[in-house]
């Protein structure tokens, strides 16, 4: 393997407290000191960027196997390696689901074979994502999962989390939780609320997800498992995570883009491309979710990936799936409207992208330029302006409600295991 000098760059890297101007080199895969007084087979040069440890997103949906019309490992992979993304954790509700030995291997394996971002599968909670019974958790572990979670089909049934939560300990592996109450979002397509009523929508109100943030909490509290809130989007929500901590409870929550940069009136446009559950929030909500990323009750950023195919997101409103695309405008979200306004610093918002994700999912050797580490590096041009064009996401489907919007900051080389497989000037090129 070629040993890569990335030199001049603003070094970031959370896990060290490093925030300097140096250089990082690879060798062999691996993050090493120095060149060892070698040359470097290719240097990057990285003045004027940042250099951090590749972006890790804990919650992808990547559709294979069974929903391939939507997205592929390989393809979702390539979009999150133009968002700077090196690592990324499968959502299990796939068909057939990730609730086997076997599935969470198929994921892996495709991982491999697509040879670009890391894939690391996330193993259901129960058998088939029904709620009724617990899945194989040591199987998927033997299979390569990283935590478990029946993502978008919330565990309803508390003596059955109860249980996840006790098993899982026995992996000191995280239980990430779809919070909400179902039998309160029948039907819903967007926030119960003023907007909902304006538009004669059926609305999920805030408190389905409040009640349940609260139920596994205690659960967590009484079990000692970890507990991992998802796509948290309501103020209520961020405010029982807080209480949590500060009693010493293992709870902890990751937010999306959408929930921190739009509000329900953007369903004014009848748009499904602002469809998504949990739902956008009020102003009040964003407000909230921010404040939560700014004082460490919201510990990750992340995405929610979830792609859909045009043809049913042009579905009417109540038809349209849930979920939009966020891969490739992670990056540029989190620096337009968390950097720039002040709200996160750079390190603040990397550490949120690498460091606590690899912590999270027990990813010892990611997150981090230390001296021995993984050598997955994403090199980011922190002044670059563009403009989010749909048409051209390397996702395989287009479902972003950010098309045609002017944002700044960008992935301008990402390394994954020692090799350079994407760059934002052959992107360009091959465009």
Same mark, same amino acid.
């Given at each position: 393997m070629?040993?890569?000098q990335?030199?001049g760059?603003?070094?970031?890297?959370?896990?060290r407290d490093?925030?300097a101007?140096?250089d990082v080199?690879i060798?062999?895969?691996k993050v090493v000191a120095?060149?060892?007084?070698a040359a470097a087979?290719?240097?990057?040069?990285a003045?004027?960027?940042?250099?951090?440890?590749?972006?890790?997103?804990?919650h992808?949906?990547?559709r294979e196997p069974?929903?391939?019309?939507?997205e592929?490992?390989a393809?979702?992979a390539?979009a999150a390696?133009?968002?700077?993304v090196?690592?990324?954790a499968?959502?299990p509700?796939t068909?057939p689901?990730?609730?086997?030995?076997?599935t969470?291997?198929f994921?892996v394996?495709?991982?491999?074979r697509a040879?670009?971002?890391n894939v690391f599968?996330?193993g259901?909670v129960s %058998?088939g994502?029904?709620g009724?019974?617990? #899945?194989?958790l040591?199987?998927l =572990?033997?299979? /390569?999962?990283?935590a478990? @979670?029946?993502?978008?089909a919330?565990?309803s049934?508390a003596?059955?989390?109860?249980?996840a939560?006790?098993?899982?300990k026995?992996?000191?592996?995280v239980?990430?939780?779809?919070?909400?109450?179902?039998?309160?979002?029948?039907?819903g397509?967007?926030?119960?609320?003023f907007?909902s009523?304006?538009l004669?929508?059926?609305?999920?109100?805030?408190?389905?997800?409040?009640i349940?943030?609260?139920r596994?909490i205690r659960l967590?509290?009484?079990?000692g498992?970890?507990?991992?809130?998802q796509h948290?989007?309501?103020a209520r929500?961020?405010?029982?995570v807080r209480?949590?901590?500060?009693?010493g409870?293992r709870?902890?929550?990751?937010?999306?883009p959408?929930?921190?940069?739009l509000?329900d009136?953007?369903?004014?446009?009848?748009d499904s491309?602002y %469809?998504?559950?949990?739902p956008?929030?009020? #102003?009040?909500?964003v407000?909230a =979710?921010i404040? /939560?990323?700014k004082?460490? @009750?919201?510990?990750?950023?992340?995405?929610d990936?979830a792609?859909?195919?045009?043809e049913?997101k042009?579905?009417e409103?109540?038809?349209?799936?849930?979920?939009?695309?966020?891969?490739e405008t992670?990056?540029p979200?989190?620096v337009?409207?968390?950097?720039?306004?002040?709200h996160?610093?750079?390190p603040?918002?990397?550490?949120?992208?690498?460091?606590?994700a690899a912590?999270?999912l027990?990813?010892?050797?990611?997150?981090?330029?230390?001296?021995g580490a993984?050598?997955?590096?994403?090199?980011?041009?922190?002044?670059?302006a563009?403009?989010v064009e749909?048409?051209q996401?390397?996702s395989?489907s287009?479902n972003?409600?950010?098309?045609?919007?002017?944002v700044r900051g960008r992935?301008?080389?990402?390394?994954?295991d020692?090799?350079v497989r994407?760059t934002?000037a052959?992107?360009?090129?091959t #465009?």
């Open positions: 070629p040993t890569i990335i030199t760059g603003r070094i970031i890297d959370p896990s490093l925030d101007v140096g080199w060798r062999d895969g120095d060149g060892g007084g087979d290719r240097v990057v040069d003045r004027g960027l940042i250099v951090a440890p590749g972006l890790i997103d804990v992808v949906h990547l069974g929903q391939e019309e939507d592929t490992i393809t979702g390539a390696l133009a968002g700077g090196t690592t990324v499968c959502m509700n068909l689901p990730i609730d086997t030995q076997a969470a291997e994921v394996l495709q991982g491999r040879r670009q971002a599968p996330v259901c %058998k994502r029904k009724e019974e617990l #899945a194989a040591g199987q =572990v033997a299979g /390569g999962a990283v478990f @979670t029946d993502d978008g919330p565990v049934d003596g059955l989390m109860r249980r939560l006790e098993y899982s026995m992996f000191n592996l239980i990430m939780q779809h919070c909400q109450v179902m039998e309160l979002t029948a039907g397509v967007m926030n119960e609320g907007e009523m304006r004669g929508l059926g609305g999920m109100p805030a408190a389905a997800e409040d349940m943030v609260a596994d967590a509290e009484i079990t498992g970890r507990l991992h809130v948290i989007s309501t929500a961020v405010e029982l209480e949590g901590k500060r009693r409870i709870v902890t929550a990751e937010a999306c959408h929930h921190f940069s509000t009136e953007s369903l004014r446009t009848f491309n %469809k998504m559950n949990p956008l929030r009020t #102003a009040e909500d407000a =979710v404040d /939560g990323l004082d460490g @009750t919201i510990e990750i950023l992340c995405t990936h792609p859909h195919a045009r049913k042009m579905r409103l109540d038809q349209a799936p849930f979920g939009i695309v966020g891969l992670l990056l979200i989190t337009t409207h968390l950097i720039e306004p002040g996160l610093s750079w603040e918002a990397i550490r949120k992208m690498t460091i606590n912590n999270l027990n990813l010892s050797n990611k997150g981090s330029l230390r001296p993984d050598a997955d590096v994403t090199v980011i041009d922190p002044a670059l563009w403009t749909a048409s996401l390397r395989k287009k972003t409600p950010y098309d045609g919007w002017q992935a301008h080389t990402v390394i994954v020692g090799e994407y934002l052959g992107a360009a090129a #465009a």
